[in-house]
């Protein structure tokens, strides 16, 4: 089991910054990915982006509600920490989401442990 505990989010003005952590504890000696999924008010989840926990190589979605995500989020990792981060800059209204961490286990190299959830909200 791993259980993923997140924190930052809130409120920012349209161009501001925030940034997401994830901390993750139990059996992280098996982590395959971790990663970064959002949903928008009234909208399906979608993936925003992943690491490969052992290396570190990162994986973006092309775009997010027709924005690019690559240049604007950053996701990256402290692994001695067991922490997963989710930079996030020139927000625009269309990222209010709520926006949860992930992990999949070698076991299944699925996103089987999903995070509380924590809502970001960008006004105009």
């Known amino acids: 089991q791993v259980q993923l505990v997140q924190s930052g989010g809130g409120l920012v003005q349209a161009g501001g910054s925030l940034r997401l952590s994830c901390a993750a504890s139990?059996?992280?000696?098996?982590?395959?990915?971790m990663g970064w999924f959002r949903q928008p008010p009234g909208k399906a989840r979608e993936y925003v982006a992943s690491?490969?926990?052992?290396?570190?190589?990162?994986?973006?979605?092309?775009?997010v509600q027709g924005r690019p995500v690559q240049g604007r989020f950053t996701i990256s990792r402290d692994s001695a920490k067991n922490m997963l981060y989710l930079q996030m800059n020139s927000l625009e209204p269309e990222d209010t989401a709520a926006y949860y961490c992930?992990?999949?286990?070698?076991?299944?190299?699925?996103?089987?442990?999903w995070g509380q959830g924590t809502q970001v909200t960008v006004d105009p």
């Open positions: 992930v992990a999949a286990p070698q076991s299944t190299r699925k996103y089987d442990y």
């Open positions: 139990g059996r992280t000696s098996n982590l395959f990915n």
């Open positions: 690491i490969r926990w052992s290396s570190g190589e990162t994986f973006y979605a092309p775009s």
